[in-house]
């Protein structure tokens, strides 16, 4: 029984996987080159074995999906991107925020991210707090910048998540997704300094103790100079 709980979940996590990645591609989300989350995030994120994980990502890549190169990771292909439809489900204002720059993003993040902290500070749950602790904890143990963003952006996630608006969610989630595209990935790379990592780490964990403070504005102070820092490290002051 044990045993079949195991390949059970196995499969379960690797449908998941297969999914979460088709899906972003379909929609746009990850567009021609954008460079798929670490092995190390993907086996932690859907619980499957670094063995299973490659045997699904080889499939994918004989599909013609994806790319994959040894050193340097798994990329969206070519072919899988191009012209990408407009799947009847999606939204018209989620479809322009799949072409937004990066630019655009932090305007909004800024316009929104803040306030969003704020109402956290007041009905984030014990769980929401716990699930910022494990973000936390992911992003000062990443080794390697896109694990650091991946985690970063998880816990941005999770603390717009404690604001308890569902219409906010979505539309953050939304944005969240394009840190998965090319461009942001090699501002990413170029932007982030093992300084710069400290001072993210910093700033977070002021961030999380005055949710758990229940601070609200200060809560919304620190996430407003945090962001503010990491527009200017990513475009210049």
Known sequence: MDGLNVREKA???????????ERNIAEGIWQAG???PTERVLERQFGVSRNTLRKS?????QQGKITRHVGRGSFVAEAAAEAPVRPADLSGLAWRIQGASPVEVMEVRLMIEPLAAELAAVRATAEDLQRLDDCLWHC???GDVPEFEYWDGMLHVAIVSAAKNGMLSALYEAINNLRGQ???????????????????????????QCLKDRDAEQAKAELQHHLTQVRNNLFGA
């Open 140 to 142: 000062e143990h990443a």
């Open 11 to 21: 499969a379960s996590g690797t449908a998941a996987l297969t999914e979460f990645i």
């Open 34 to 36: 954008t460079k798929l």
């Open 182 to 208: 090319a461009e942001w990935q090699r501002l990413k790379e170029r932007s982030v300094t093992p300084e710069r990592r400290g001072n993210y780490r910093d700033q977070h964990r002021r961030i999380v």
């Open 57 to 61: 990502l080889k499939r994918l890549e």
